[in-house]
């Protein structure tokens, strides 16, 4: 029996609405337009969403199928993030259902070491079940050689490497980017964001290193440069490629408004800390708390640890 609540008969009715316009548009070759309209049925989803009995399900199957039909990847991770939490992957095979979009997603992407791997780990389970009859996955499949005999899952091949851009020197911050600029450095930031969601650091790296790329040099003139490396350094953590985020860290402290930023102190903190350069980490996390107190260190057990045993704290 389905545990799941039902959804009012009036939410319900309306999101039925919805999803039809949606298919409706599909139907008439406007994708973006039937995107929409399924962003409009997720956002009239009463929260807390994830929890309701199939509108969370076929909302969130329905907008990553379109998005990846359409091509539009950054709409394609917000959508698979969503089933993540619509999903009980708890369940094996609900597991299996996401990661198969999750495949694709990365495919898509151009991440083929990750893209097999979700792969290979539905035919494991599916056999040829698993490409839904799609043949260029199969082919895929069959054919491609990961960087590893046996790729890491859900992070990188060993040896992986990124080409931080450095941030140069001048600005303090306050310029405008173009409008062009903006919103395509915005949709690769949203991209990261989400495969970071997902899981994801490599992608989510290699999406922060091109959006940083956009960024007119010196890079360290613009506001948006300490999110983007501060994130980047977020993903090399995950992926232990703790030279690699010191270097990311470092280059956001060196960007306007990066030294007064207690995140970015806190991160190149377990940067260092991942070194085994312990006073380098204290130096960095007291920074941080000189900047924002206790409160940044929040969930943070470690870094705080780290801070105390060096007697830094005073309250």
């Known amino acids: 029996m389905n545990s799941k609540p039902q959804l009012p008969a009036d939410e319900a009715g309306l999101i039925d609405q919805l999803i039809q316009q949606a298919y409706d548009r599909e139907d008439a070759g406007d994708l ?7 962003e409009e049925g997720w956002d009239a989803l009463p929260d807390p969403k994830g929890t309701w009995d199939y509108y969370d399900q076929g909302l969130t199957t329905a907008g990553a199928t379109l998005a990846l039909k359409s091509g539009d990847l950054s709409a394609a991770a917000r959508w698979i993030d ?10 094996e095979s609900s597991q299996i259902y996401v990661d198969g979009f999750k495949a694709r997603l990365f495919y898509k992407g151009g991440h083929h070491d990750l893209a097999y791997a979700y792969l290979d780990a539905q035919y494991k389970v599916l ?21 590893e005999t046996t790729p890491k899952f859900p992070v990188g091949p060993a040896g992986w490497e990124i080409d931080i851009p450095a941030p140069g020197v001048g600005g303090t911050g306050g310029l ?25 650091p490599q992608a989510a790296a290699e999406e922060y290193v091109k959006a940083l ?5 010196p890079i360290a003139q613009w506001e948006a440069a300490v999110q983007l490396y501060a994130a980047l350094g977020d993903a090399l953590l995950a992926l232990t490629q703790y030279d690699e985020a010191q270097r990311a860290l470092q280059y956001a402290l060196q960007s306007a408004e990066g ?12 940067a260092e800390r991942g070194l085994g350069n312990t006073p380098g980490a204290v130096e960095a996390y007291t920074s941080a708390y000189l900047l924002a107190g206790r409160e940044v260190f929040e969930d943070e057990d470690e870094a705080w640890n780290t801070l105390v045993a060096a007697g830094i704290p005073t309250d």
């Open 32 to 38: 973006p337009g039937a995107l929409a309209s399924l």
């Open 82 to 91: 969503r089933m993540e939490k619509a999903y009980s992957l708890d369940d």
């Open 127 to 147: 056999g040829n079940r698993a490409f839904d009859g799609d043949k260029e996955l199969q082919r895929f499949h069959r054919d491609y050689v990961p960087t």
């Open 176 to 200: 405008e980017l173009e409008d062009s600029v903006y919103q395509r450095l915005l949709a690769l930031s949203e991209a990261g964001d989400n495969f970071s969601d997902l899981e994801a």
């Open 213 to 217: 790329r956009l960024l007119p040099e």
């Open 259 to 270: 030294r007064g930023n207690a995140y970015v102190w806190l991160r190149l903190g377990d």
